[in-house]
């Protein structure tokens, strides 16, 4: 059973416009979502975050958003640059980032 | 400022072989993880350690054991190699204030182990 799903396996987008990666999750109890970054041969990095009393977190050209109604949060890049290229992960968390539960990632390529 | 350390980057073993995965920490994180990756999955979680003497199970735990009687070492032990361990290894560290507080750092990761089983 997927608590944490990303449905779209990969992502194609031109430089310089936005990038929009989904995830949805099921388990009621997460409070705490992050996104993470991998490239091949590497481990995961942390990108960006937020806790279950926000909607929006930004970050320079990251923003994050949670629809908790929805069970649904959302990663935006702008501008997208060929250096963001590469496997997103969803995760989430019902204590604040231990035990994290990860989604199966999303492959971002961003065209220049 | 190397983070969160793994050895090996490959190995292949054959069914019923054991092997420990090393990964050590040198930024003073309190909790340590180990996470596989299969392909086309996220991560999941095999192990977690909030402190030196103590480990609990994750979601995947069966095969596997760890220890943890420093700070800085986690290893995690595969007893009897089985073609299902096939996967890649991540260890990961954090700092945690308190469980349910709202300040914890996120989860570093080391490069990973790619462990092939046949």
């Known amino acids: 059973d997927q608590q944490v799903k990303q449905n779209s396996p990969s992502l194609s987008v031109q430089e310089g416009r936005i990038s929009i990666l989904n995830c949805d999750y099921t388990n009621s109890m997460f409070d705490y979502f992050l996104w993470y970054k991998k490239y091949p041969a590497e481990g995961p990095t942390f990108l960006i975050s937020?806790?279950?009393?926000?909607d929006k977190n930004e970050d320079g050209r990251f923003t994050v958003f949670l629809n908790k109604s929805a069970k649904h949060l959302s990663l935006h890049i702008v501008p997208s640059q060929p250096g963001d290229s590469a496997v997103y992960f969803c995760a989430a968390s019902p204590e604040y980032g231990n035990k994290l539960v990860f989604g199966a990632g999303t492959i971002l390529r961003v065209k220049s | 400022n190397a983070g969160v350390t793994q050895t090996p980057k490959f190995r292949i073993l054959k069914i019923g072989q054991s092997m420990t995965l090393q990964c050590t920490q040198d930024m003073n994180h309190n909790y340590m993880y180990w996470y596989r990756q299969d392909p086309g999955m996220g991560l999941k979680l095999i192990y977690y350690?909030?402190?030196?003497?103590?480990?609990d199970k994750g979601e995947v735990p069966n095969g596997y054991n760890v220890s943890r009687s420093t700070t800085e070492d986690f290893p995690l032990r595969l007893e009897l190699a089985a073609p299902s361990q096939t996967s890649v290894y991540f260890c990961?560290?954090?700092?945690?204030?308190?469980?349910?507080?709202?300040?914890?750092?996120?989860?570093?990761f080391g490069n990973g182990t790619r462990l092939t089983v046949t």
């Open positions: 350690s909030v402190g030196a003497g103590i480990t």
């Open positions: 937020i806790s279950s009393i926000k």
């Open positions: 990961a560290s954090s700092y945690v204030l308190s469980p349910r507080g709202s300040y914890n750092s996120p989860l570093h």
